[in-house]
């Protein structure tokens, strides 16, 4: 993808500090509800705000996102948008500078090193701030598998109800807000969208957090599109308060990563990714086998699958290393493989597919579809069925007779009996009737033949 120049921005030098205002924000403390993977390291905090002369004495001028007639990208991207002095501003550079918040730092831009490639070049594809990069620290962690208390999902911390027309589908096989690749381009989408609609970075990025409706409805109570202003008056909730300050600190520190002494590490050596449609149900570690790719790295590369298996009712684009496109495709083409673990199960009298469906944690409509003609109201005895592994369970042992039955009874066969009408008669197992009695579950009974029953 080619590089965007961008122009080189005048180096501004804060050149008086102001004192920081007596208001809400002179006693804030870290809220209680933030993302668990932040930490919000407050031992030994100050009494006393410090001011950025205290911090910085010469680390605040604004940088390029690119050399000037290069177009070389810049190893951390620069945060373009004022910095304010504000109270909160200050408590999260002291705080996010102290020695665990650099080594904490560090370890999350650690684990942003296979993503963080895609989402900048993302970010230029839309024409969007690079420093939006830094928000998955303060909503994740970049771990793919937070979960907020909320129910918030991914790097991008997607609620449920937020992914309306942003391209994420969530179901019973998949959750795409784990996606990190399919998040970003949603979650800039909707960045960006807060932007056009606010005007304003710091109101945008509050948007983000407590949501545009929430947004509008403080600017036309505060009468005034100033997310500072805004905050200070109350208009926001603590969590917002807190919020976009702390997005603040974190970028302008991030974005001199090498004055602080954060490693990113190194991105791996990774082959090119692509995407292929699939359109039924497979196991990730079964194609691996089938292709000798590696188990593990397919299953990091698409961590929205639940169970490692790809849909069996919708296409899903699978991704993969471009080099193993053939294999993967002569296997998948390969419509006489059954690319899913299963288990083979011999149908027993008593057994329904929902109680086969519940034991085994897959629908009855997926048993269906891997045993062409079975109906749930007609399963033959003895036929064997199979049954899709998504999980690792015990055998299912079917409905149970008590082992305390009294065999005692005596009942003579009569015309038209079977062992089947016989153990419905008894309300028991037929294999049950037909073990106590040393035949098989098919056997032809003979007229006066006598058997042991239950005493009912």
């Known amino acids: 993808?080619?590089?965007?120049?961008?122009?080189?921005?005048?180096?501004?030098?804060?050149?008086?500090?102001?004192?920081?205002?007596?208001?809400?924000?002179?006693?804030?403390?870290?809220?209680?509800?933030?993302p668990p993977q932040t930490p919000a390291p407050e031992t030994a905090q100050p009494e006393i705000e410090p001011t950025r002369d205290d911090i910085l004495p010469s680390a605040w001028e604004t940088r390029a996102l690119t050399?000037?007639?290069?177009?070389?990208?810049l190893a951390y991207p620069a945060l373009t948008i004022e910095l304010p002095d504000q109270p909160l501003v200050n408590k999260y550079i002291h705080q996010y500078t102290s020695p665990e918040g650099i080594k904490y730092l560090s370890a999350v831009m650690k684990r942003s090193s296979l993503y963080r490639d895609f989402i900048r070049s993302e970010?230029?594809?839309?024409?969007?701030?690079?420093?939006?990069?830094?928000?998955?620290?303060?909503?994740s962690g970049f771990s793919t598998g937070a979960v907020s208390r909320s129910g918030a999902t991914g790097i991008w911390q997607f609620m449920?109800?937020?992914?309306?027309?942003?391209?994420?589908?969530?179901?019973?096989?998949?959750?795409e807000r784990?996606?990190?690749?399919?998040?970003?381009?949603?979650?800039?989408?909707?960045l960006g969208d807060n932007y056009r609609d606010l005007g304003d970075w710091n109101l945008a990025l509050a948007a983000y957090n407590c949501g545009l409706g929430a947004t509008r409805r403080a600017v036309k109570k505060g009468g005034k599109a100033d997310y500072w202003y805004l905050s200070q008056k109350g208009f926001f909730k603590r969590e917002t308060v807190h919020y976009v300050p702390k997005f603040l600190a974190i970028s302008h520190i991030l974005s001199r990563s090498d004055e602080f002494g954060i490693d990113w590490g190194q991105?791996?050596?990774?082959?090119?990714?692509?995407?292929?449609?699939?359109?039924?149900?497979?196991d990730l570690s079964v194609l691996a086998k089938e292709t000798g790719a590696d188990s593990a790295f397919l299953r990091s590369i698409n961590p929205s699958l639940h169970y490692?298996?790809?849909?069996?009712?919708?296409?899903?684009?699978?991704?993969?290393?471009?080099?193993?496109?053939?294999?993967?495709?002569?296997?998948?083409n390969d419509r006489t493989k059954m690319l899913l673990e299963y288990y083979m199960y011999k149908i027993k009298s008593g057994d329904t597919l929902y109680a086969l469906s519940h034991h085994?944690?897959?629908?009855?409509?997926?048993?269906?579809?891997?045993?062409?003609?079975?109906?749930?109201?007609?399963?033959?005895?003895?036929?064997?069925v199979v049954i899709p592994a998504i999980r690792e369970v015990s055998a299912y042992k079917g409905k149970q007779d008590s082992g305390n039955l009294d065999f005692s009874g005596v009942y003579l066969v009569k015309k038209g009996d079977t062992l089947w009408s016989i153990a419905l008669a008894y309300n028991v197992q037929v294999e049950t009737l037909a073990d106590r009695n040393n035949i098989e579950v098919n056997s032809v009974l003979k007229l006066g033949k006598q058997l042991r029953v239950p005493i009912l």
């Open 123 to 139: 970010l230029r594809r839309q024409n969007m701030p690079e420093w939006l990069l830094y928000l998955p620290v303060i909503e």
């Open 267 to 282: 991105a791996p050596v990774q082959d090119t990714l692509i995407t292929i449609p699939v359109r039924r149900p497979v």
């Open 160 to 175: 449920r109800n937020s992914v309306g027309g942003y391209g994420i589908h969530i179901n019973e096989w998949l959750d």
């Open 67 to 73: 050399e000037p007639d290069t177009g070389v990208t």
């Open 308 to 332: 490692s298996i790809t849909p069996p009712d919708s296409t899903y684009n699978l991704r993969i290393p471009e080099l193993i496109t053939d294999s993967v495709n002569a296997v998948l």
């Open 178 to 190: 784990r996606d990190p690749w399919i998040a970003t381009t949603a979650a800039i989408r909707k």
């Open 360 to 384: 085994y944690g897959v629908s009855v409509e997926m048993i269906q579809q891997y045993n062409p003609g079975l109906k749930p109201s007609t399963l033959q005895i003895g036929k064997k």
């Open 1 to 34: 993808m080619a590089r965007i120049k961008r122009p080189l921005l005048s180096t501004l030098l804060l050149l008086t500090i102001l004192a920081a205002p007596a208001s809400l924000f002179a006693a804030a403390e870290v809220p209680a509800d933030e």
